[in-house]
Nanobody, 123 residues
Framework: VQLQASGGGLVQAGGSLRLSCAAS????????MGWFRQAPGKEREFVAA????????YYADSVKGRFTISRDNAKNTVYLQMNSLKPEDTAIYYC?????????????????WGQGTQVTVSS
């Protein structure tokens, strides 16, 4: 599966952005999908994940209550709605497809990655 992330940009603290990740291939609905982010000089970290049907979701504590992950299998797209953004949310955001084994919050458990989209939150 090939992934294409979009929707990043520059926003003031307290603002919102919606990221999208479009997937190619007919097997999109069989993948648990995740979002990760990587800030300069830091390791890539888990942000959120969503199950096959979209009813099961997982979040990092740092974004819980502010970010919402969702998916539309008919459109082969996963979304990340980001509200109440903070300067510490500044990073490159990546979408990824979980291989089905390994820890869901670990980047090594994901086989396919999008190219990343930059999110910058100004104070």
């Amino acid at each position: 599966v090939q992934l294409q992330a979009s929707g990043g940009g520059l926003v003031q603290a307290g603002g919102s952005l919606r990221l999208s990740c479009a997937a190619s291939g007919r097997t999109f609905s069989s993948y648990v999908m995740g979002w990760f982010r990587q800030a300069p000089g830091k390791e890539r970290e888990f942000v959120a994940a969503v199950g096959w049907s979209g009813t099961t979701t997982y979040y990092a504590d740092s974004v819980k209550g502010r970010f919402t992950i969702s998916r539309d299998n008919a459109k082969n797209t996963v979304y990340l709605q980001m509200n109440s953004l903070k300067p510490e949310d500044t990073a490159i955001y990546y979408c990824a497809a979980y291989r089905g084994s390994g820890l869901l919050r670990e980047p090594s458990a994901y086989d396919y990655w999008g190219q990343g989209t930059q999110v910058t939150v100004s104070s």
